[in-house]
């Protein structure tokens, strides 16, 4: 069966709609704090979902139904995507430093867990990208 182009559509719609309640909740989150009078930030596991968002809507609805960009290379923008998505929420885990139930929280802006979480992804999306798009 070969891949068509309403069925990309209708995957990225789906990643895409995740990706956007994902980062809405965030900003919900971040506005509450700054009502508290509290320092607000998006953080780097939210860049991350950014990342992915725009490779989603670029790579898999714009360029596509401009013609400009094959159904293959779509999909694997898909794929990688899809990745960098399901790595902000081992991320965003991280930023809460939940990882290790014995750490008491740091509230930095970029810690430690979150760091070690990004660069796996990082090398992840990396790795990934090496082998699709050769």
Same mark, same amino acid.
């Given at each position: 069966m070969e @891949? *068509?182009? %309403?069925?990309?559509?209708? $995957? $990225?719609? /789906? @990643?895409?709609? &995740? *990706?956007?309640? %994902? &980062?809405?909740?965030? #900003? %919900?989150?971040? /506005?509450?704090? $700054?009502?508290? !009078? !509290? /320092? %607000?930030? #998006?953080?780097? $596991?939210?860049?991350?979902? @950014? /990342?992915?968002?725009? #490779?989603?809507?670029?790579?898999?609805f714009v360029l596509p139904g401009i013609g400009v960009l094959h159904l293959q290379m779509a999909a694997k923008l898909l794929g990688l995507s899809t990745l960098l998505f399901v790595g902000h929420s081992f991320s965003l885990a991280a930023h809460y430093e939940l990882f290790n139930p014995r750490t008491i929280r740091s509230f930095q802006y970029f810690p430690l867990q979150e760091k070690i979480a990004v660069s796996a992804v990082t090398i992840c999306a990396l790795v990934y990208s090496v082998a699709a798009f050769r």
């Amino acid at each position: 069966m070969e @891949l *068509q182009i %309403s069925d990309l559509w209708t $995957a $990225a719609g /789906v @990643l895409l709609g &995740f *990706q956007v309640a %994902s &980062f809405a909740w965030r #900003i %919900s989150h971040e /506005v509450e704090v $700054a009502n508290l !009078k !509290k /320092v %607000s930030w #998006i953080p780097p $596991a939210d860049l991350i979902n @950014l /990342v992915s968002m725009v #490779i989603t809507s670029v790579g898999c609805f714009v360029l596509p139904g401009i013609g400009v960009l094959h159904l293959q290379m779509a999909a694997k923008l898909l794929g990688l995507s899809t990745l960098l998505f399901v790595g902000h929420s081992f991320s965003l885990a991280a930023h809460y430093e939940l990882f290790n139930p014995r750490t008491i929280r740091s509230f930095q802006y970029f810690p430690l867990q979150e760091k070690i979480a990004v660069s796996a992804v990082t090398i992840c999306a990396l790795v990934y990208s090496v082998a699709a798009f050769r």
